[in-house]
């Protein structure tokens, strides 16, 4: 996975709905968001990225912790037990048991869950009209350096995120749209093999 991609998608924090934010921590925020979210039926997001010297649009459809990515250089699939990765640059898809930091780094919504048992904090610029959040990890293991989330201050949907990676680089992504609905089936997080015949599939199971 390229690191530029990966940074997008640790990046995307998401979600929820609370009341009386004014009496809540930081990290209580992002538990309730975390929580809202695995128990929403689904969610899809579509944003755009910059930084790190790529810029580009994707999406994002998740249901419980089975989810899918689409970028146009890069597209991801988890079904609960396997992660399918397909680069378009090297025509070839990569199947896994992924571990839980590789999840993160390809799904946002449950690098939401670990984001929140960072130490969590209201940054420069928080207000009721727009919460501002930063994250630092408790170790370096998490795989970045510090995230800020900006959310909507009466929704708390997210509006833009930016992540500074270890090594320093930072990638931004702003949230075009985010909803919730309904469950989705099992098969939409499943590789389409129909649409990729020719595409080299390495197992590294």
Known sequence: MEKHLRLIFLSLLLVLSVSAVQAQTAAQ???RASAKVMKSGSVSAEFTYSGAGHNGAGSLTASGRKFKVSTPGFSAWYDGTNLW???VSSKETTLVHPSASELAETNPLLYLSSAAGGNCS???GDSKVRRVITVTPKSRKEG???ATVELNGKTLLPSRITVKSTDGSTVSVNIRRITLGKALPASNFTYPKNKYPKI????LR
């Open 122 to 124: 209201f940054a420069k």
């Open 200 to 203: 080299k599939i390495i197992d």
């Open 85 to 87: 990765t397909y680069a």
């Open 29 to 31: 925020i992002l538990r």
């Open 144 to 146: 970045y350096r510090s």
